[in-house]
């Protein structure tokens, strides 16, 4: 399980915003359920809907931008849960871009490749 654990150059939970979000939010002072839940809660509802300059960025840069996508968003969910001792993976697979009409700006969407990257997170509890 200690591989679900880790840090990874996306995943850098050890950065200095990332670990003072958790201090003020007192995550590690819940209990396992309600830690999952409130983190879950916070990018759900705190973090704004929208397409970040890529996919590809660290769940830092992700916070810091106050918005997200579902892989980027995906990614900040899985550090803050990383670094607060849950274990998780993520999954994914590819869907056509018309699933996202109407999510996309007309000029993004025309512009957006045939196949789109979906992912979500697995939480091992």
């Known amino acids: 399980m200690n591989q679900y654990l880790k840090e990874s150059p996306m995943l ?3 950065n200095p915003s990332i ?11 819940q ?3 309600d830690r999952l839940r409130s983190i879950y ?3 759900r509802d705190d973090v704004e809907f929208g397409y970040n300059a890529d996919d590809n960025i660290p769940a830092s840069k992700v916070l810091k931008d106050g918005y997200g996508q579902c892989n980027t968003k995906g990614t900040l969910f ?13 999954h994914g697979f590819t869907i056509d871009k018309q699933l996202q009409k109407g999510a ?4 993004i969407y ?3 490749p045939r196949n789109i990257l979906h ?3 697995e939480v091992f509890f």
């Open 12 to 14: 850098d939970f050890s």
């Open 19 to 29: 670990q003072k979000l958790i201090e003020v939010k007192r995550w590690k002072e």
């Open 31 to 33: 209990d396992k359920f």
């Open 41 to 43: 809660n916070f990018v």
């Open 78 to 90: 899985m550090a803050l849960l990383r670094a607060c001792e849950i274990p998780c993976r993520v």
């Open 104 to 107: 996309m700006s007309g000029f």
């Open 110 to 112: 025309k512009n957006a």
């Open 119 to 121: 992912s979500w997170v």
